[in-house]
């Protein structure tokens, strides 16, 4: 597994996540997280914590995680 930073060019509005920090097993795989990990929140309240769609996601790969670690998000950083 590795340490991937995600990120987005688009505009920052209030309650948009700007970027996160996951551990995943590749590029493609870390593009389909969602900072959000909360499911029944994101489906109670659809239009706060917002991210970007999939294809605008920019990953970057950090480096290989402990084994400790599983696939998820690690850190993530809202716009307020």
Not at 32 to 40: A, N, V
Not at 54 to 77: C, D, P
Request: overall charge negative.
């Amino acid at each position: 597994m590795n340490i991937y930073l995600l990120s987005h060019n688009q505009v920052i509005r209030h309650g948009r996540y700007m970027r996160a920090v996951v551990v995943a097993k590749d590029e493609e795989d870390a593009r389909s997280i969602h900072p959000c990990t909360d499911e029944e929140f994101l489906s109670t309240y659809p239009f706060h914590y917002q991210w970007v769609p999939q294809s605008e996601v920019t990953v970057k790969y950090l480096g290989i995680a402990s084994t400790e670690l599983n696939r998820g998000v690690i850190s993530t950083t809202v716009a307020y």
